[in-house]
């Protein structure tokens, strides 16, 4: 009995989502095309850091070679970007990883990860506002700084910030209204705000290109010695440990990776696109275009601007804080500081729009589906999700009000690269699944309705109750089917389950073994991994159309979850605790609202009208098995009643 309801338990927490694909079952409006997720995908991305990034980095660790830096974190989020655009032409909802975590790994670890894309996104935005706050304040003489300091300071240190910011507050209400208004009017004022960004951001480079020189990327150490005692009085000693030795990697190729790795959060906010899925008038084709072309643009603009840098001015002479409109006036265009300010709060304020817009339709995603209070599902006239929409500014402007983040930001990067991770290892689960029975799945294809009907006449065996199928070493690695069937896709979850485990303590080693010992464990480790790739490799995949597909499988997503694992081993312990309250904080509302009234929990006591229950049972009887579990019946209930002239919508029962 008690071995009973803990099945039964596990069973709910890893319930699967069953959506339906149709382009018109959406209750948002579809009217965004692919040049707006584009433009979304460039400003949320390309924000403010291009402007201070690349200073800090050639600075500190890479020097001119800061270009092949960006060009790795580059490849690495490319791995990330492959894994949502195959998701975003699969599956086009509204829910980015979240909702691919629902359709292929299950309930809990969705909550687990829209859970914490909603602290990304709110941390996100609050940091955000106070930076266009301060840089705009900064502008006019720090005049709002010195009022709220002379009238409202907060003395909490360590907790809350020296003084309430008012006017970030003002900056995210003011969002709130726009995007509460409508999604057409939000994208056109990011597009505005994207293309000023992105012409200042060719200005930067073209002025980079005439009054730089190569002769700064073949620096000898004489010359870094003469140059920084002049400036500072450095010794020779100090040059030497703190700058380098010249050339194209003064720091060497550890250099270059280290600045990689923080390059890469430079190309975090493309999976913004991965929200508008029911808001794009062709999402199959437009959010993958949208995110590949996006990270694309950021690559070329991020590669141009760090090279212009270096190219003005020696990289041990770059500002760390503000290294654009020192490099100017390095090379006697002071003037050019002004578009250097105007690109800056153009990139913060599309920074601060590309955090905003997905939060409220991750809120919403999670409330349709029952996981958090139904309230926030409303939709407005305009069909914008107007109560997610304002419930996400309130708590932004909460934080950006009262908190300074600075010790907060760093859970951003554990709710990114979460979600990169667990979409990376989606991808390659789901592709070596057998076909599913049912319409739901394949109209996110691109197969004609002749295959279409073949596929739901004769399904694959792999999935049909009653077949038996063996189990061998051999049909492991060498596997007679073309097909996907039951068997290969076990494997594959069970290898991927290991893999996954296997790389979380490959990553914990590599960051805190020093011994001996742990180069030996993670060799151990690496062969093993290698092993299990081979064997996912070896089995079958699905041969489902889609209007695209990750290439590679299965190296690149089982790269990509390397990464992102590795870089999430790297913080700090402080932002570990951190993470642990939130997940307490979420654990509560799921287990004691989100699971008992989860829309997949009532889909499987759902009573289905007579006629339906009719056609349903020739299914299991021709098998000759009656007993089917409830979500494989809902699956199959609702491929039926898709043949039907009135379809029902499961996502709104």
């Known amino acids: 009995m008690v071995l009973h309801q803990l099945l039964d338990f596990g069973k709910q927490l890893l319930r699967v989502k069953v959506v339906n694909c149709s382009s018109e079952d959406s209750r948002l409006a579809r009217c965004l095309n692919t040049f707006d997720l584009v433009a979304l995908g460039v400003g949320s991305t390309l924000g403010a850091g291009v402007y201070v990034l690349a200073g800090a980095v050639a600075r500190e660790n890479s020097g001119p070679a800061i270009v092949l830096s960006f060009l790795i974190a580059a490849l690495a989020s490319v791995l990330a970007g492959l894994c949502y655009a195959e998701f975003g032409a699969r599956v086009p909802k509204t829910g980015s990883a979240y909702l691919y975590s629902y359709v292929t790994v299950g309930e809990l670890w969705a909550f687990i990860t829209g859970w914490n894309l909603i602290l990304s996104y709110i941390i996100g935005t609050s940091s955000v506002a106070r930076a266009w706050s301060a840089t705009f304040d900064g502008l006019i003489g720090k005049h709002i700084e ?359 303590v490959f990553s914990i080693l590599s960051v805190q073994g020093s011994s001996g010992w742990s180069v030996v464990l993670m060799s151990v480790i690496f062969m093993v991994c290698m092993m299990l790739v081979f064997i996912i490799w070896r089995q079958p995949e699905s041969r489902t159309k889609l209007s695209f597909k990750v290439p590679l499988l299965p190296f690149i997503p089982v790269i990509s979850m390397f990464v992102n694992v590795y870089l999430m081993m790297q913080l700090d312990r402080g932002t570990w605790v951190r993470f642990a309250v939130w997940m307490a904080i979420g654990f509560v509302i799921y287990f004691s609202y989100g699971m008992r009234h989860s829309v997949e929990a009532g889909v499987s006591h759902r009573e289905r009208p007579e006629e339906e229950l009719r056609e349903y049972k020739p299914t299991s009887a021709i098998n000759g098995d009656a007993r089917l579990s409830p979500e494989k019946e809902a699956f199959l209930a609702n491929g039926l009643s898709s043949r039907g002239d009135d379809d029902g919508d499961l996502l709104e029962s």
């Not at 309430?164 to 209400?173: E, K, N, T």
């Not at 999402?283 to 991020?302: E, K, N, T, W």
């Not at 006697?332 to 304020?349: D, E, F, P």
């Not at 596997?479 to 893999?499: K, R």
């Open 146 to 504: 010195h009022f709220c300091r002379q009238y409202m300071t907060m003395n909490a240190p360590g907790i809350l910030a020296e003084y309430p910011d008012m006017f970030a507050v003002v900056i995210i209400l003011t969002l709130t209204g726009l995007l509460a208004f409508g999604v057409k009017e939000s994208a056109v004022v990011n597009k505005v705000f994207t293309c000023i960004n992105v012409l200042v951001l060719v200005f930067v480079v073209v002025s980079g290109l005439v009054k730089g020189t190569v002769k700064n990327w073949q620096l000898v150490p004489e010359e870094i010695v003469n140059g920084s005692s002049r400036l500072n009085g450095s010794d020779a000693a100090l040059v030497d440990a703190n700058l380098g030795v010249g050339g194209f990697m003064p720091y060497g190729f550890t250099g270059v990776l280290s600045g990689a790795a923080t390059c890469f959060y430079a190309f975090v906010g493309f999976d913004c696109i991965a929200t508008t899925g029911e808001e794009v008038k062709n999402p199959q084709r437009a959010i993958p275009i949208g995110i590949v072309s996006s990270l694309l643009i950021c690559f070329v603009a991020y590669f141009g601007v760090s090279a212009a840098l270096t190219m003005m001015m020696p990289y041990y002479l770059l500002d760390k804080n503000s290294p654009l409109p020192v490099a100017f006036e390095y090379v006697g265009w002071q003037g050019a500081t002004y578009a250097v300010a105007v690109g800056s709060l153009c990139a913060l304020s599309t920074s601060l729009l590309g955090s905003m817009f997905p939060l409220p339709r991750i809120i919403f995603a999670m409330a349709r589906d029952g996981l958090l209070f139904s309230f926030l599902a409303r939709v407005s006239e305009r069909k914008t999700p107007i109560m997610s929409t304002m419930a996400a500014g309130a708590m932004s402007a909460v934080m950006a009000f009262l908190f300074d983040l600075k010790d907060l930001v760093d859970l951003m990067s554990i709710g990114t690269l979460l979600a990169y991770t667990l979409v990376a290892a989606c991808v390659l689960v789901l592709r070596y699944q057998p076909a599913q029975p049912s319409m739901e799945y394949q109209m996110a294809s691109t197969h004609e309705e002749g295959e279409l009907t073949e596929s739901m006449g004769a399904p694959s065996m792999g999935i049909l109750p009653g077949v038996d199928e063996r189990f061998s070493i051999k049909t492991l690695l060498f596997p007679e089917i073309s097909e996907p069937s039951h068997i290969s896709g076990f494997s594959v979850n069970v290898c991927a389950s290991i893999l996954g485990l296997l790389i979380l």
